[in-house]
């Protein structure tokens, strides 16, 4: 990773800096002057509060970066940062000479990816894609190929770079052909055991047939889904908020084909011309603490709307982890083949 890569200008967009931050490797975006000099720095967490707090992917990145980051000078002392990186919690610190400008930048990475996580991960994989038919006719829509591999191994292999490996994969519709493929994950490395749907169960209702969950909250992806997001951010973030779930969510914008008309009583007040509507979506990935999975009621039927809705009306608390990195969820055939030019 070349450090240069994540230096950016203070009048540059916050869409400029998510790509800094996409592109970069590090989850970071450092703000320098003409000069290098430090100005401060826009880490993956605020863009997300940017987001969740509706701000315009055009505003200056001056309203969301950290003004005062934490540094370390040149020549760097490494044992001095990664402390400074444990006792405040963060992932990377910019490194600095006496003049305050950039010329490195320390990251905890290359140890975090040595660990291994027990969590349990579950990827949904028994739908019958009957979008992408006949693609499907033969093959189940995970195991679709995107980019010389299939996408459910991608999905898998994403997780094990950052530690991951425990998994459970719920099938249904031609569950051979992803057991015959995987195997039980010793070509991985990696334990995978499966979850077979004799009827659908719903985007939810496997996680009752999971046995020997543990203690660990368990993360909840569709098998249909290419993504670039970090799962121990996700982790970390579902922890720091103390809920019983939490879901990824994707800002969605669509355009209403029609002039709006807003009006009091039957006055008038404006016509807006097929205005632009923003919301926010579920991306398909979860966070779900393990008591919750213990509760329910083993083999019904439930989609994840309705079991997050039942924590939300008993007030047990779920929060949302907004989603700014890469994400595209293969549904349709314009899909599919975005996603292999993606790979391309």
Partial sequence: M??????????????????TIDQGGARIALVVDADGKLLGTVTDGDVRRAIIGHKALTESI??????????????????KAVALMNQYRVMQIPVVDDLGRVVGIE????AVSEQRHDNWVLLLAGGFGT????????????????GGRPILQSIIESFISLGFHKFYVSVHYMPEVIKNHFGSGENWNVTIRYIDEEKPLGTAGSLSLMDDVGDLPVIVMNGDLLSRVNYLDLLKFHKEHGVAATI???EFAYQVPFGVVKFEGYDVQEIVEKPLQKCFVS?????????VISEMQRGQAIDM????????????????FPIHEYWLDIGRFSDYERANRDFE
């Fill in 305 to 320: 709307p309705n079991l997050l809705q039942s924590l939300i009306d008993r007030k047990r608390g779920v929060c949302t």
């Fill in 107 to 110: 990251m905890l990475d290359a």
């Fill in 283 to 291: 991306a398909g990935i979860y966070v779900v603490e393990a008591d």
């Fill in 2 to 19: 070349d450090w240069k890569n994540l230096l950016i200008g203070p009048d540059a967009s916050i869409e400029a800096a998510i790509q």
């Fill in 248 to 250: 990824c969510s994707r």
């Fill in 131 to 146: 979008r992408l038919r006949p693609l499907t006719d033969s093959c189940p829509k995970p195991m679709l190929d995107v």
């Fill in 62 to 79: 001056a309203g969301v970066m950290n003004p005062h980051p934490r540094t370390v000078t040149h020549p760097l002392d490494r044992k």
